[in-house]
């Protein structure tokens, strides 16, 4: 099975720190995920990555920066956190067309 | 731009109580349409996806069907442990393997 692995389950951060989120998946997959999740909104894209050191914005990038050195890892970068950006966050990996995304257990950030 | 409206937000059944959640999307061509179940806490796990109009997939007590315009999710018969919430997601056929979201429903069964 697809393994995505995310460092954190949960963080709690100041406002202004730079935080980084990492997202490791076993699979040798070209592409990879970040979304947040937020009630009532859904899942909403921030990067995505096609392949290492290519990357490309979501629907909502701004306050947000991304890094893969290396196919299997993708880090999301906060740069400066603030509390607007308090989530739960969802890394993925491409699976295939069949099962589209294979999901991390995600990292619930909370900005104090 | 693609869009997905999930309906109710909320459901609430009994043990046993069947019913069927909606999923209604615009998309500039489908690639395909998927169904995610996610607990608290969790990641989304993968359900099913539907290719294209009339086609239909089971697992257990849950059924996707598909339409032009929507798909839903029936529960036959459901158990406490379906409590979960339910994402549909769909993938355009001009996109870069990006999934679009809908809100979800949380679906409550009491015993």
């Known amino acids: 099975d697809v393994k995505v692995t995310q460092s954190s389950r949960y963080l709690v951060k100041r406002t202004g720190e730079k935080v980084f989120l990492e997202c490791v998946q076993d699979?040798?997959?070209?592409?990879m995920f970040w979304y947040r999740q937020d009630p009532g909104l859904g899942l909403r894209l921030i990067y995505f990555s096609y392949d290492v050191k290519m990357k490309e914005k979501g629907d909502i990038p701004e306050g947000y920066s991304v890094s893969r050195e290396k196919k299997e890892r993708f880090s999301l970068i906060l740069e400066s956190a603030s509390t607007n950006q308090t989530s739960m966050y969802l890394c993925a990996s491409e699976t295939g067309t069949y099962y589209g995304y294979t999901f991390g257990s995600g990292t619930r950030l909370t900005v104090v | 731009e693609d869009q997905v409206t999930q309906s109710p937000e909320a459901l609430r059944l009994q043990e046993g109580e069947s019913s069927s959640l909606n999923c209604s999307y615009t998309?500039?061509?489908?690639?395909?349409l998927f169904w995610y179940r996610q607990d608290p806490g969790k990641g989304p796990e993968f359900l099913f996806t539907?290719?294209?109009a009339g086609e239909e997939k089971e697992k257990e007590r849950l059924k996707a069907t598909l339409t032009k315009k929507e798909s839903f999710l029936h529960i036959t018969a459901p158990k406490p442990e379906d409590s979960a919430t339910y994402l549909c997601?769909?993938?355009?056929?001009?996109?870069?393997?990006?999934?679009?979201f809908g809100a979800g429903t949380t679906v409550t069964v009491r015993a």
């Open positions: 997601a769909v993938q355009a056929s001009s996109n870069d393997y990006k999934l679009s």
């Open positions: 699979m040798d997959h070209e592409n």
């Open positions: 998309v500039s061509g489908l690639r395909g």
């Open positions: 539907l290719y294209s």
